[in-house]
């Protein structure tokens, strides 16, 4: 008797995909019906309106970004400082190496 393959290479007949389509139909329906009635008893939960909301999400948002707006520009400002620190210690180590070279050349 023939059938179908399933994902694993299995033989299935046609009554077995037709039970796993009505699955996935049972399964598709009871997550609309739950996602529809979390949105109904969210909107009859929430004292506030639509607009309210909006401008509290937005707030949120903003003052958040603005904290990493500090934060980057904090560490921008240390970061330049390392790099500057670091630069005049390579420029002490050159001039002392420098400095080493000329003793040592002036003795030869």
Do not use: H, P
């Amino acid at each position: 008797m023939g059938g179908m393959r399933n994902r694993f290479g299995e033989i299935e007949d046609a009554r077995s995909c037709e039970k796993g389509e009505a699955m996935n139909a049972r399964t598709l329906s009871a997550f609309v019906t739950g996602l529809s009635i979390g949105v109904a008893v969210t909107l009859l939960v929430t004292s506030d309106r639509g607009e309210e909301i909006g401008r509290q999400l937005y707030g949120k948002t903003e003052g958040q970004i603005s904290r990493w707006r500090r934060k980057g520009r904090r560490s921008i400002a240390q970061v330049q400082e390392i790099v500057q620190r670091s630069g005049d210690t390579i420029s002490r180590v050159v001039n002392t190496t420098q400095d080493a070279l000329d003793a040592l050349s002036s003795k030869i």
